[in-house]
């Protein structure tokens, strides 16, 4: 992949993380999700690559934009397979909460995994832990190797989860082993990722999430050197149907090279609202500021972008004809 796509899909996160950042608090989450969407859409045809979308807001006929199959780019460029969640977290901007996301993943076509619409379940971890943990392995002996892991107490390991009833005994667990826990209204990609950064205060993400997002963060986490390792859960027979028409067996467990093959992945996301990582989008009279964050695996390269944008001359944050 060009390196310079790094660069071009921060365009894409930022405008619509602005679109999306007009609804927070409004309690209007499918007004924000659209407002993102089309935004994402509209700088996408602006990108130099021939991008096919593997995860994206559903299939052709549940989405009207960013449909999985839908080609973006303008066609010239590499090929490659794409991953976007235009808003992670449309309860949090809703609701005017913590930690949402615009956020693009890509890979080399063919490296990512078409991850069906289904839970799937995670456990994410930063550098330090790679190798040390397990889904196989129980709450407790994870906690204890990331303990050790970090050269920490387990009393200071934090641990992300999503507020569930369905996480009820892994809290319990959590508690029981003396660790402590940030509960989380929505938003795992963003949980997966704070594991890798030290500033977040996270050292786990635990739980059952959406698959698609799994891919997502998963994409983030070979940036950073981190892991991520996840378990489908069809719900019923045809999703356990349509696994296996993938050839996807739900018994294993997946792992980082089966989210995301190869050495080159790329992942963009820029704060909708305020988070431990990224800030927000702020508005100050003719011109929005957004905070993103960019990274690629086969470099390394971790690189926070901080943009000032002219709402007169670029409303939609795209150069108009």
């Given at each position: 992949?060009?390196?310079?796509?790094?660069?071009?899909?921060?365009?894409?996160?930022?405008?619509?993380?602005?679109?999306?950042?007009?609804?927070m608090?409004?309690?209007?989450?499918?007004?924000?999700d659209d407002a993102a969407t089309t935004a994402m859409r509209n700088v996408f045809d602006t990108i130099p690559m021939q991008g096919i979308v593997v995860i994206g807001e559903g299939e052709m006929d549940e989405a009207p934009m960013l449909y999985i199959g839908e080609e973006l780019g303008t066609g010239q460029g590499p090929e490659v397979d794409v991953a976007v969640d235009p808003l992670e977290g449309?309860?949090?901007v809703a609701a005017g909460g913590?930690?949402?996301l615009a956020v693009i993943a890509i890979a080399d076509k063919g490296n990512l995994l078409h991850a069906p619409d289904m839970y799937m379940d995670k456990i994410a971890v930063g550098p330090e832990a790679v190798g040390k943990v397990s889904l196989d392995s129980t709450i407790t002996e994870n906690l204890l190797a990331v303990a050790k892991a970090k050269n920490k107490d387990i009393g200071d390991i934090v641990a992300t989860v999503l507020n569930r009833e369905r996480h009820t005994h892994i809290i319990e667990e959590i508690r029981a082993a003396g660790a402590?826990?940030?509960l989380i209204t929505d938003g795992d990609v963003a949980a997966a990722i704070n594991t890798a950064f030290?500033?977040?205060?996270?050292?786990?993400?635990?739980?059952?999430?959406g698959a698609p997002e799994g891919v997502i963060a998963a994409a983030g986490l070979k940036c950073l050197g981190g892991e991520l390792q996840g378990r489908l859960m069809p719900a019923d027979d045809e999703q356990r149907e349509r696994c296996e028409k993938m050839g996807i067996d739900v018994s294993k467990i997946l792992y980082m090279d089966d989210l995301v093959k190869g050495d080159d992945a790329i992942f963009a996301a820029?704060?909708?609202?305020?988070?431990?990582?990224l800030r927000g989008v702020q508005f100050k009279g003719g011109y929005s500021e957004t905070h993103s964050l960019v990274m690629r695996s086969k470099s390394g390269t971790i690189r926070f972008v901080e943009g000032r944008h002219s709402m007169e001359k670029k409303p939609l944050l795209v150069m108009q004809d």
């Open positions: 992949m060009e390196r310079s796509l790094s660069m071009e899909l921060v365009r894409v996160t930022e405008a619509a993380a602005v679109s999306a950042s007009r609804w608090g409004r309690g209007l989450k499918n007004e924000a449309t309860n949090i913590w930690n949402a402590r826990i940030k030290d500033e977040t205060g996270v050292d786990i993400m635990f739980g059952i999430g820029t704060g909708v609202t305020d988070g431990e990582l």
